[in-house]
């Protein structure tokens, strides 16, 4: 359904280092850096046929999260799940809302982690649960 997701970022050299740490835990590589005709600096991770996205905001004004956005990534396991939030803290994120580990709901079993980037937008690590 998607083809990329695009953030904003005060820091691009602190969201560099942070990115590549965290999306190193699910296989991406380092990000591909460009620079837009305006100058402005961006940076593309590309893995599993989907594209992450950082920039410097194109406006001049100071990149700010989403209230109530949410940008999950897909883990293949609950191990995974636990080392996305680990690197993610232990590179400049914060752990928020409950710990990680698994959650029951109508949508099926899922084991969660959520983070704020250096920047403040809310990233969750996801794994599903196969029904049995």
Same mark, same amino acid.
């Given at each position: +359904? #998607?083809?990329?997701? +695009?953030? !904003?970022?005060?820091?691009?050299?602190?969201? /560099?280092?942070?990115?590549?740490?965290?999306?190193?835990? #699910?296989?991406? !590589?380092?990000?591909?850096?460009?620079?837009?005709?305006? *100058?402005?600096?961006?940076?593309?991770?590309?893995?599993?046929?989907?594209?992450?996205?950082?920039?410097?905001?194109?406006? %001049?004004?100071?990149?700010? &999260?989403?209230?109530? %956005?949410?940008?999950?990534?897909? &883990?293949?396991?609950?191990?995974?799940?636990?080392?996305?939030?680990?690197?993610?803290?232990?590179?400049? !994120?914060?752990?928020?809302?409950?710990?990680?580990?698994?959650?029951?709901?109508?949508?099926?079993? +899922?084991? #969660?982690?959520?983070?704020?980037?250096?920047? *403040?937008? /809310?990233? &969750?690590?996801?794994?599903?649960?196969?029904?049995?």
């Amino acid at each position: +359904m #998607l083809n990329h997701v +695009m953030l !904003g970022s005060n820091d691009i050299e602190r969201s /560099k280092r942070f990115y590549d740490a965290v999306l190193g835990v #699910l296989g991406a !590589g380092e990000a591909f850096r460009n620079v837009a005709a305006s *100058g402005h600096v961006r940076l593309f991770y590309r893995h599993d046929g989907s594209s992450f996205g950082l920039s410097q905001p194109i406006n %001049g004004e100071p990149a700010t &999260c989403a209230n109530g %956005g949410t940008i999950g990534f897909k &883990c293949s396991s609950p191990e995974q799940v636990q080392q996305f939030h680990d690197v993610a803290v232990a590179h400049g !994120g914060r752990s928020i809302e409950e710990p990680p580990g698994l959650r029951e709901s109508n949508m099926g079993a +899922m084991h #969660l982690a959520y983070v704020r980037d250096p920047d *403040g937008n /809310k990233l &969750c690590a996801v794994y599903r649960v196969k029904p049995s």
